[in-house]
Structure formats: C-alpha cells, structure tokens
C-alpha cells in the first residue's frame, strides 16, 4: 500500500477509548447532547459537568465537534427533534461506532455556535469552583 494510503487509513480509525476514558468522557457526552436538543439548553448546566472533568478547552472542543456533533447534528434541523434527551446507551454506542475525522478546522470552530456560547461559561464555571475551593 502506498505510504499516503496507509496515512489517510491510519486517520480514519474508528475511535477507541480505554474503559477509563469512557467512564470519563461519558458525563461530558451526556452533557454536551442536550446542545442538541430541540429545546433551549441548559447552559450553565452543561458548563458546569464540562468544567468539572479532567479535559481542558481544546479537548472539550474537540469532543464537541469530533465526537458528539457528528451524531447528534440532524437533530438541530429536525422538523420534530428529540427534545427530552438521547439515550445514553445510544449516544455512547453510536459515538464510539463514529470514525475519526479527516478534516478539522478549529479555528472556525471557537467562533461556532455551540462553542461560542458554551467555552466562557466552562472559563467562569472553573474559576467560581477554583475560589469555592480556595
């Protein structure tokens, strides 16, 4: 196989988590679906599980875009979305069944909705934790 082949190849790998991994990407997930959803989200909901995990901006973005968009994006435009949340077992099974993507543009990313609204209230939602703590 030609070298540019097996890179392409290699970039397009189903994605894999370790159990550990998952039982940490799983609230976040969750979280991030009801963006997705046909009703106003909770945002400082959402900020707060985001804040609260290990992931810093750029991987939170990253799962956003990489891994929860691509499953969850038809129900924006959805003329009778699902409103009252996914199922998890779904969300989970379907986000790992997902393919990693070839093309990223994050730069476009930081300036689209949901990530515009959501990345400083995961900033806010971190430092008010950070004082609570101090």
Same mark, same amino acid.
């Given at each position: 196989?030609?070298?540019s082949?097996? =890179? #392409?190849?290699?970039?397009?790998?189903?994605m894999?988590?370790?159990?550990?991994? #998952?039982?940490l +990407?799983?609230?976040?997930w969750? =979280? #991030?679906? !009801?963006?997705?959803?046909?009703? !106003?989200?909770?945002?400082?909901?959402? =900020? =707060?599980?985001?804040?609260?995990?290990p992931?810093?901006?750029?991987?939170?973005?990253r799962?956003?875009?990489? !891994?929860?968009?691509?499953?969850?994006?038809?129900?924006?435009?959805?003329?009778?979305?699902?409103?009252?949340?996914?199922?998890? $077992?779904?969300?989970?099974?379907?986000?790992?069944?997902?393919?990693?993507?070839?093309? +990223?543009?994050?730069?476009?990313? $930081?300036?689209?909705?949901?990530?515009?609204? #959501?990345?400083?209230?995961?900033?806010?939602?971190? +430092? !008010?934790?950070? $004082?609570?703590?101090?």
């Amino acid at each position: 196989m030609h070298p540019s082949m097996m =890179a #392409l190849r290699s970039r397009t790998r189903a994605m894999r988590f370790s159990p550990a991994e #998952l039982e940490l +990407r799983r609230p976040v997930w969750v =979280a #991030l679906s !009801e963006l997705y959803l046909d009703t !106003e989200p909770g945002w400082r909901r959402v =900020a =707060a599980v985001c804040a609260a995990s290990p992931f810093g901006l750029s991987q939170l973005q990253r799962i956003l875009f990489d !891994e929860v968009h691509p499953v969850l994006r038809w129900n924006i435009h959805a003329v009778t979305g699902v409103w009252d949340g996914f199922d998890e $077992a779904w969300l989970v099974a379907s986000i790992v069944a997902r393919r990693r993507p070839l093309l +990223r543009m994050s730069w476009f990313e $930081a300036r689209r909705y949901p990530w515009r609204e #959501l990345a400083p209230l995961v900033v806010a939602a971190r +430092r !008010e934790s950070g $004082a609570a703590a101090g």
